[in-house]
């Protein structure tokens, strides 16, 4: 089970697609201002992150999706997509970002701030 994401009323949401626009077991991805954002769905619900391994910074939505977790492109380190947690390893779990369907659209709420040089995704 995913820790919860505390929602308030006064965060900024992003509309970011459809929700049909993301299929079951899915990554889609989305820029919010300087944010750059991994939504995933499975049947467990949606999440959504910062697209951007902790461990060297590399961009998660050119990995797989595979066995509830997301696999880093470039050293195969997993993390769980309900939680962020990685399985397996000892890296920092991904920043998760509050997301909501409202609608027929998805909706979510990136952090308040300018995100910091280690949470920007190197292009490969």
Not at 33 to 53: P, Y
Request: proline fraction near 8%; charged fraction near 25%.
């Amino acid at each position: 089970m995913a820790d919860p994401v505390i929602q308030t009323e006064d965060q900024d949401w992003a509309a970011i697609c459809a929700s049909a626009e993301l299929g079951d077991e899915e990554m889609l991805t989305a820029r919010v201002g300087e944010w750059q954002i991994l939504m995933v769905r499975s049947g467990d619900g949606l999440s959504a992150f910062n697209d951007c391994c902790p461990h060297q910074s590399a961009r998660l939505s050119t990995g797989r999706l595979r066995r509830g977790a997301i696999m880093c492109p470039l050293h195969g380190a997993r993390f769980d997509i309900g939680s962020g947690r990685c399985v397996g390893a000892g890296y920092a779990p991904l920043l998760r970002m509050p997301i909501r369907e409202r609608n027929g659209i998805i909706e979510v709420a990136p952090p308040q701030r300018s995100p910091a040089p280690d949470e920007i995704p190197k292009d490969a």
